[in-house]
């Protein structure tokens, strides 16, 4: 018997089986799985849709209070107010009774009317009869107390008086402190007479005109750059060339404040003076012009002394033996200040005004301007300030010392001692050394040039054919048209802005302001119609500066620099990592969604 040879022992582990139609576990989902995945799918969805969006909406939207957009456009265009004032001129005669001015009256009114005919903007004369003065007054000094309350809503007073004895032509006399006008007539003048009143009408309603004709320019000029801001599309706007005069003026015009700095400096090229009475100088020849502009604006004032002030190293003094001074060229004054070594920068919120004594060291003494020397010796700069130069007294030269004769050069080489010699220069004596303390007396001359100055930066008429009075009170109606019209235009630009850029934010502030704004133009546009025009300057003032805060503020400026494009860049990495699977989730519950109506529809 053979023993059969064991089976061998197969350690291996059975075989998976094969793939195939019949025994291939399905790849498919679970009806279960299916629906789970859906619903974790549409549950992201809804937290995008019901949650994600509205606070991405929340946190992102941009506030914008309402404004009224129409009212401002109005303000700007010039519909809701149009710059037409009156002038009241009152007239008296000779005892202060109205019996001989009546017909002068009705003259005056009709040719003024007639010159104004065509005339949109500015002041509108009313001229009309002042009533007499009824009582007696005891003192000179209640009557002018009197005069001066009556007064006060006028923009000029007429007087009507006799000429001097025999003068056969009409004059005017203007009164230094108040806002009167006598009427100096020819001694043969008649009241009665028609022809003499026509003429003497034809010859007040000129003067009138004169008085009040720079006035008239610089409110024309304010609609015409009112109108421009808005394309030319304001009311009440006559298109004028301005004037080489108006020009002139609005260059050297200092921008409007409510309140002004004034830096009185004395800059000397020596040591010499240590001191100076600026304070009570100030206090007694300047501080009466201030008050009398305090209606308009306020003003600041602090004074420095600077020693071994030299000014710019760009100008050389040329000295002029005719003249026996020193001479600066009208080249020279633009650049006569020294600004790397003067301590003249401020740091103030509002304009600074400069006011500088300059005073020469005594080897350049006396230092002069040619072209300056009627004004004072001094000059101004627009809308910076005003310069003049101080020189001491020189002292008196002994005639009996004759001059130390000038030296001979040496004879250039290649010339023979025959030959005549080189004239010599002129060499100038030296002029005066500063005192050590300068008085009142001294500093007086400066601050009268400096008052005036002062005026014509602010922008007051020039004083060829007005008073001073009259020109401050003719500057405050300019103002009060000029605060109006930057508010106005100030709203325009905003309505414009709001309307450009439809993402900007608009605060509540802005609106708070916008309507601080038209309430106080509102204001001053009535008080301006009623000719209280101290009034309507407060009120303007107040408009433009809520005007101003309105459109600066600080929200809605840094709105206007962000552009569309940062946002993108800000959203596009986060939207990509979150967005795409839930995008594609959908999409994959949408084709399987559409798949199963479609074997539906087979069966």
């Known amino acids: 018997m053979g023993d059969s040879a064991p089976s061998p022992i197969s350690d291996s582990k059975p075989e998976a089986p094969l793939l195939g139609e019949k025994n291939v576990a399905s790849l498919e989902p679970t009806p279960q799985e299916t629906r789970t995945r859906n619903w974790v799918v549409l549950s992201l969805w809804a937290v995008v849709i019901f949650l994600g969006i509205p606070l991405w909406i929340l946190t992102t939207s941009v506030y914008r209070a309402q404004l009224p957009v129409q009212e401002m456009d109005a303000w700007s265009e010039g519909s809701q107010c149009s710059i037409v004032y009156p002038l009241r001129v009152g007239v008296v005669g000779e005892d202060g009774g109205s019996n001989d001015v009546t017909g002068l009256v009705k003259g005056v009114q009709l040719q003024l009317e007639d010159a104004r005919r065509g005339k949109t903007g500015g002041g509108e004369f009313k001229v009309e009869v002042l009533p007499t003065n ?17 007064d006060g809503g006028l923009a000029v007073k ?55 004709r720079e006035e008239e320019q610089m409110v024309t000029h304010l609609l015409a750059k009112a109108a421009a801001s808005v394309g ?34 004395l800059f000397t090229g020596s040591a010499l003076p240590l001191s100076w009475d600026i304070a009570p100088a100030i ?56 600004s790397a070594e003067w301590p003249l920068t401020s740091i103030k919120n509002y304009p600074t005004i400069n006011f500088i004594i300059y005073i020469p060291e005594h080897r350049v003494t006396p230092l002069i301007v040619p072209e300056a020397k009627e004004r004072g010796n001094a000059w101004l700069l627009p809308q910076w ?14 005639p009996t010392i004759p001059p130390p004769p000038p030296v001979p050069e040496p004879l250039p080489e290649g010339e023979e001692e025959g030959q005549e010699p080189p004239v010599p220069e002129v060499v100038p ?48 109606r300019q103002r009060a048209s000029e605060a109006i019209l930057s508010a106005s235009t100030t709203l325009g630009s905003l309505s414009r802005l709001v309307r450009a850029l439809p993402n900007i934010a608009i605060p509540v502030t802005v609106s708070t302001s916008v309507a601080k704004t038209l309430g106080a133009l509102d204001n001053a546009c009535a008080e301006l119609k009623k000719g209280r025009f101290e009034s309507a300057l407060r009120e303007g003032k107040v408009a433009d500066e809520e005007a101003e805060k309105a459109f600066f503020e600080r929200t809605m400026v840094a709105q206007v620099y962000f552009p569309e494009e940062h946002k993108v860049a800000v959203y596009l990495p986060l939207l990509g990592p979150v967005g795409v699977p839930l995008v594609m989730g959908l999409a994959k519950i949408l084709k399987e969604r559409l798949r199963y109506l479609r074997q539906r529809r087979r069966v």
């Open 232 to 265: 030319g599309n304001r009311q009440g706007t006559q298109h004028h060339g301005d004037g080489s005069d108006v020009s002139r003026k609005v260059g050297r015009m200092i921008r409007y404040s409510p309140t002004y700095h004034l830096t009185f400096s």
């Open 385 to 398: 300030g005003g310069i003049t130069i101080w020189n001491p007294p020189t002292p008196p030269q002994d």
């Open 283 to 338: 206090e007694t020849y300047l501080a009466p012009v201030l008050e009398a502009l305090s209606p308009i604006s306020n003003f600041t004032i602090d004074s420095q002394i600077q020693f071994y002030a030299s000014f710019s190293h760009t100008i050389k003094p040329q000295y002029n033996q005719e003249l026996g001074s020193w001479t600066l060229t009208k080249d020279d004054l633009g650049n006569f200040i020294n």
């Open 429 to 476: 004596l030296v002029g005066g050394i500063p005192p050590a303390h300068l008085t009142i007396d001294e500093i007086k001359p400066s601050l009268d040039i400096f008052a005036a100055q002062l005026l014509a930066l602010l922008g007051t008429p020039s004083s060829d054919s007005t008073s001073l009075p009259l020109r401050i009170s003719s500057l405050t």
């Open 158 to 212: 007429l007087k009507v008086l006799p000429g001097q004895s025999g003068s056969t032509t009409h004059t005017y006399r203007l009164h230094p402190s108040r806002k009167q006008i006598e009427i100096l007539h020819a001694s043969s003048y008649n009241p009665h007479n028609s022809e003499d009143v026509e003429e003497l009408s034809t010859y007040t309603a000129n003067l009138l005109q004169n008085v009040f």
């Open 134 to 150: 009824k009582g007696s007054q005891n003192t000179e000094t209640c009557s002018s107390e009197k005069e001066e309350e009556e």
